[in-house]
């Protein structure tokens, strides 16, 4: 089966840079994702790195590292609205798998 | 309306009564996935599917049943509920094997009272 972790919460003031790390445990790996989660919202999609390295999308940035089944998701200029639950997730065949997800509180 | 959507959006239903979760998708998506969100525990995956009628069980699939007899319709029963599947449900669809990008319906609340 698969397994992820990552931390449950993180807080961080406007402006700040934040990172969320996520490891993982599974028997096939085909890439890790991130997703976004507002209270009451449905989660959507923010990245996506199946090869090691950085992917960077705006003020967000993803990380891969294959070898050490670790990832991790920056979020940079920390504004109001980006105070939201993130879930990492493991592509395994076809199965999608989330993390527990990580409650990101901005304060002003 | 083109995308993926979830109905109803509230149920509530009485325990030991079947009630079914209707989710339907616009793109000819071949990946669909059903998962349970609660707290501390976030997205649970309860049954997935790669075509019609082609369908696998999740980390959580006890009490449920699914069927995708078209590609754009992948309904989930539960058959006798019970209190502990209260709980929001989220039907999810994706283009490709890898997927790459999952596209999440809006949600539905169930309690079971």
């Known amino acids: 089966g698969q397994s992820l972790e990552q931390p449950s919460e993180v807080t961080a003031v406007e402006g700040a840079i934040v990172q969320i790390n996520c490891t993982y445990q599974?028997?096939?790996?085909?890439?890790l994702s991130w997703y976004q989660q507002h209270d009451g919202g449905a989660p959507t999609f923010l990245s996506y790195?199946?090869?090691?390295g950085l992917e960077e999308t705006g003020r967000f940035s993803s990380f891969l590292s294959r070898s050490d089944s670790y990832g991790y998701l920056l979020l940079q200029e920390l504004q109001m609205k980006d105070s939201a639950s993130y879930f990492c997730?493991?592509?395994?065949?076809?199965?999608?798998?989330f993390g527990a997800g990580t409650t990101v509180t901005v304060r002003a | 309306d083109a995308g993926i959507t979830q109905s109803p959006r509230y149920k509530i239903t009485e325990t030991g009564r079947q009630v079914t979760l209707m989710c339907h998708q616009t793109?000819?998506?071949?990946?669909m996935f059903w998962y349970r969100q609660d707290l501390g525990h976030g997205l649970r995956l309860i049954y997935y599917?790669?075509?019609?009628?082609?369908?696998d069980k999740g980390e959580v699939p006890d009490g449920y049943v699914v069927s995708r007899s078209k590609t754009e319709n992948f309904p989930l029963t539960l058959e006798s509920a019970t209190r502990s599947q209260t709980s929001v449900y989220f039907c999810?669809?994706?283009?490709?094997?890898?997927?790459?990008?999952?596209?999440f319906g809006q949600g539905t609340r169930l309690t079971v009272v």
């Open positions: 997730a493991v592509v395994d065949d076809y199965k999608l798998s």
């Open positions: 790195n199946a090869l090691d």
């Open positions: 599974t028997s096939g790996f085909y890439g």
């Open positions: 599917s790669a075509a019609a009628d082609i369908t």
């Open positions: 793109w000819s998506h071949s990946y």
């Open positions: 999810a669809s994706t283009q490709d094997s890898m997927n790459t990008e999952a596209f």
